[in-house]
Structures are given as C-alpha cells and as structure tokens.
C-alpha cells in the first residue's frame, strides 16, 4: 500500500476514511498504525468507562484492536461510519468482559465519580487525561441525564435495561440519551 | 415524514451506540440516505461521541501498542513483502516434504518387511490350512464310509433278529477238493433272503469265482458269487423260495448257467 504514504510522515498525513479502510484489508502495516495514533484513545475509552483495572481493560483493548483490523474485510461501508463500528465492537467487546465470571465486580466501574478517581489517581501517563474537565462536563449535566450516562457509558447498559430495571419508559431513556448527548456536546470544547 | 421528531426521538444515538436491532438500523439507514438532514445529524453525532471518547478516556499504555503491533506483526510481513512470502512459502513447504519422504521412507521400508514377513507368514499357514482341510476330506469320506457300512450292517441286524433264519451248515463233499472249506448259509423262507457267512475258503485265482446255488425240485439255480475274503461277514445273495440243499462250485469267472460238479467244494442239506 505504498501509494498511500509515498515518502510522506504518517502523523501529519490526514487518510480520508475509505483510504484507512482499503489500507486495513491489504494488511498495510503504516495505515494500522494510523489508525492506532488516531482511534485508540477513544476507542480504549469506550472500554475503560466500564472496565476500571487498567490490566483487564487494556486486554480488552488488544483482543479489540486485533479483531477490528482481523474482521475489517467484514466491515460495511454502507453500514456506518468506521468509528461506530469500531467503538460497538470495543463496547461490546468490555461488556461481554464485566458479564463473564472472571471479572470481579471490583473491576467494574460503578460511578462517573469512579472514573474520574481513576483519571485523577492514574500517574505515569504523559498525556494523561484532565480528570477535573471530565468531572465539570458530567457536572453539565441534570441528574436524570447524568443518570443516563451513568448506566449506558459507565456500566454498559442497554437502554431497554435501563427502562426495565428501572420502569423509566423507553421512550424517555431514548429522549435523556439525546438530551444528555447534546449536552455534551455543546460543552466538549471547554474540555 | 416529519424528521425533526426522527431526529429527537433519540433513535439515532442508539444507532451510534450499537443499541438497535436489525430492522431499526436498515430503517435508520434508509432514512439517513433519503433525507440528508437525518445524515447531517448521524454525522454530528457521531463526531461528538467520538470527541467525547477522544476527551475523556486515559491514553493506553505503550505496552499494549507494543503488544498489538507484536500480534499483528505476521500479518504486515506477510503483506510487505510478497518475495518473501515465496520464499517463506518455500521454506514452508519443503521441508515439510523433505521430512515427510524421509517419514514415508521409513514407513514404506517397514512396511515392505512386515509386508514380506507376514506374507511367508500367510503363505505357510494357507499351506498347512490345505493340508487340513484335504485331511479333514478324507476323515469325511472314510466318515461316511464308516457310516454306510454302519447302516448295512444296522440293516442286516435288523433283519436277522426280525427275520426267520435257518442256518444250513455247508461242508466239505465227497470231491475233497478243499478239506477245511466251512461256509453257513443263513435263509429266510418266508422272505426269500439269503446270506452267506465265509469261515474258510481258499483264495482263487483271477480266473475263477465261488458260486452259491440253491437246489430244489426245478434243478440248481444259481444264487450269487461268494467272495471268499469278506471272512466272518454275512453277504447277501439273490432270493430263493424253494430250496432243500445250498452248495458252492468253483466256476470261471463271472459265474456260470449250471453248476460244475466236479468242482464242488462244499454242500450242505436244509434240515
């Protein structure tokens, strides 16, 4: 695939996302790393909502990363966008992880205020993530919104989990999902 | 179709999140290609849940990018270089083939001699196994042998013990011509049966046979050839009805119409 990176450096190249996918199924080994410098933070974020130890929920990340660049040739363009896939197969990748048996449920992220401990208390890491910014962008939140968030993002609910265990009706989880997601949007710049 | 509603629904963010069934997500996909603002938003959304995972999420530790990289890394190889791949393939491939003919070689000299060994083997017990079985063929015969003789004999039991015998002692007559010749006649009237038991008569020439006849009021009739070997065994002769003296002549071979009388060995009267 050398006609994609023709001498150029990968970092400050921008791949249309056909060009990632078609890199991908030829095995391209400069367009997985594009997509690693690009995609993992977020897609490694998707798992560590709802897995807390580090261990655990970096091999699912791994197991994840392989699968997607193993299962691209499966992949629907018209399906969706790359990282909605990619993100579900995370997703669901950490969600299969809390349910098995091997996981204790100490492993399990419990709280927003849990994760943002974790982004606080994790040293090390050069570019580390704001824990403060995180906390006053949940803070945007009401609480049924933050309730929301809660459930589906930190402990990997379905939305219709969320309306049973909680006779909330489905169609309000639905409307607070979006109410809760607009918010955070308007508020990811401050961030 | 009123697409603000779609869009507050909150339908799309499921979407996003993987949450639908199959239906849902073809219904979502028909409409986002149909109505370019349902697309507009899929798109915006979509670009806020990733900045929002983007923002939020800690950076994975190098270990693990090493550890995918490490994992992936037969996969690169395998794509970079399509030159190596042949070699590889080579490789891959002859050695495998070299080790199994060595393998097959093995297994073939091997083979060839257990295949030898067990074919003498095979070729010594098919030898003694026709053997036997020609051997168990000739105990059959005599078997059969011994068995129809049993029945004659069973039969001719029978009909002494249920018959009417008389026994009619044959002796040496005047002619002399055998001194020790004994020979008993036993007849049964009423059935007309008669056998003839050897004690002793000299054995004949090729040229000749003992003949037995059965004399009464219509002259001798001749009755049958007496072997002189069968000794001690009672042979059956042809019927008579009538009869007051049994005698045996030597006569040429194969028997004669009327009894040589200068050749007669022994007589004897039914008393």
Known sequence: MGFI???VTTTKLLLQEEQIIAGLRAKDRKTTEYLYEKY??????????????????????????????????????????????????CRNSAIDKTRSK???QSAKTNTIDDFVYGLESQSGTMDHVDGIGVKELMNQLNDDQKFIIEYIYFKGYTHSEVSEEFDIPLGTVKSRVRAAIQVLKKNLDKI | ?????????????????????????????????????????????????????????????????????????????AAETPKARVTEAKVVSISPWKSFAAAA??????????????????????????????????????????KFEYEQKDVLVEKLVSGDFKRVQLKVGGLEIQKDAEVDVFWDKSAQEVFVAVNNLNELSDEYDYQLWAIGSTGPIGIGLVNSGHKLTLQQM???????????TIEPKGGSQKPTLDKLVVIGDVT
């Open chain 2, 105 to 146: 070689s093995i297994v073939a000299v091997l083979a060839s001699a257990a295949a030898i060994f067990y074919a003498t083997k095979y070729y010594e017990k098919d030898q003694q196994f026709t053997a036997l079985l020609q051997e168990q063929s000739v105990m059959a015969d005599n078997l059969n042998q011994v």
């Open chain 1, 40 to 89: 993992s933070r977020a897609l490694y974020a998707v798992i560590s909502r709802i897995i807390t130890d580090q261990d655990i929920a970096e091999e699912v990340f791994h197991d994840s990363f392989i699968k997607i660049t193993r299962k691209i040739d499966s992949y629907e363009e018209s399906k969706g966008r790359l990282y909605t896939w990619m993100a579900n197969i």
């Open chain 1, 102 to 104: 091997e996981l204790s």
């Open chain 2, 1 to 77: 179709m009123d697409i603000q509603s779609y869009i507050a629904s909150g339908k799309l963010e499921l979407f996003l999140l993987g949450e639908l069934n199959e239906r849902e997500r073809e219904e979502v996909l028909a409409l986002a290609s149909k109505y370019p603002e349902i697309q507009k938003e899929l798109d915006a959304l979509e670009e806020t849940l990733f900045s929002f995972d983007q923002k939020t999420g800690p950076v994975p530790s190098s270990k693990v990018k090493d550890k995918i990289f490490a994992s992936l890394e037969g996969e690169f190889k």
């Open chain 1, 5 to 7: 990176f023709n001498g």
């Open chain 2, 238 to 248: 042809n019927s008579v009805s009538e009869a007051g003296v049994f005698a045996i």
